[in-house]
């Protein structure tokens, strides 16, 4: 072997070793973190119209956990209003394992429009003392096809355990 092969055989495994020490690796901590707080939005605002006219049905699903405490809160339905759940450590823990799971600190959106608060969405917030991250997703608020399914599979997970307790009024 040359010293030009040795020279390119020596780029390339760096090149290589450099591409793997690169990937991206999740910093949730395995465990419930102190000062948590999650937040998860759906807004279905209607359809905006050239004129600025808005038409169609607002509508707005949250839910929101702090500490032992988990806030659900629907309108747009007939049956609309607040509902406050106490929860236990075991199911704050089981919430949180759906943001361990899903790597959530490692979604991205492609891009953030000017008009970020314009139009539908749903949104995943995450804020604990080391840590505060929101990701947003709609059409307006695009994700990688790897980012949007631990997106959804974690608004699935949350969606099961906090919007089932209450009647349906759409998704």
């Known amino acids: 072997m040359n010293i030009r092969s ?4 020596g780029v390339l495994t760096i090149f290589i070793l450099f591409s793997f020490g ?3 690796i999740s910093q949730m901590p395995k465990e419930v973190p102190a ?3 999650m937040r998860f939005d759906n807004k279905l605002l209607g ?3 050239r004129d600025g006219f808005v038409s169609g049905l607002g509508f707005v699903r949250s839910a929101v956990i702090s500490g032992n405490q988990m806030s659900v809160m629907r309108s747009g339905c007939e049956e609309e209003g607040e ?13 949180y394992q759906y943001f361990v799971k899903s790597e959530f600190d490692l979604i991205e959106n492609r891009r953030l429009p000017a008009d970020a608060e314009d139009g539908d969405f749903r ?3 995450f804020r604990s003392d080391d840590t505060v991250k929101s990701v947003k997703y709609s059409e307006r608020f695009p994700l990688t096809e790897k980012h949007r399914e631990r997106f959804n599979n974690i608004w699935t997970d949350i ?6 307790r209450l009647p349906s009024c759409g998704k």
């Open 22 to 24: 690169c990937k991206r």
């Open 47 to 49: 359809t905006r119209h």
């Open 123 to 125: 949104e995943i917030h």
């Open 35 to 37: 000062n948590l707080e």
């Open 159 to 164: 969606d099961n355990f906090a919007f089932a």
């Open 83 to 95: 509902e406050k759940l106490t929860l236990t450590n075991d199911e704050i823990n089981e919430i």
């Open 6 to 9: 040795k020279s390119v055989c």
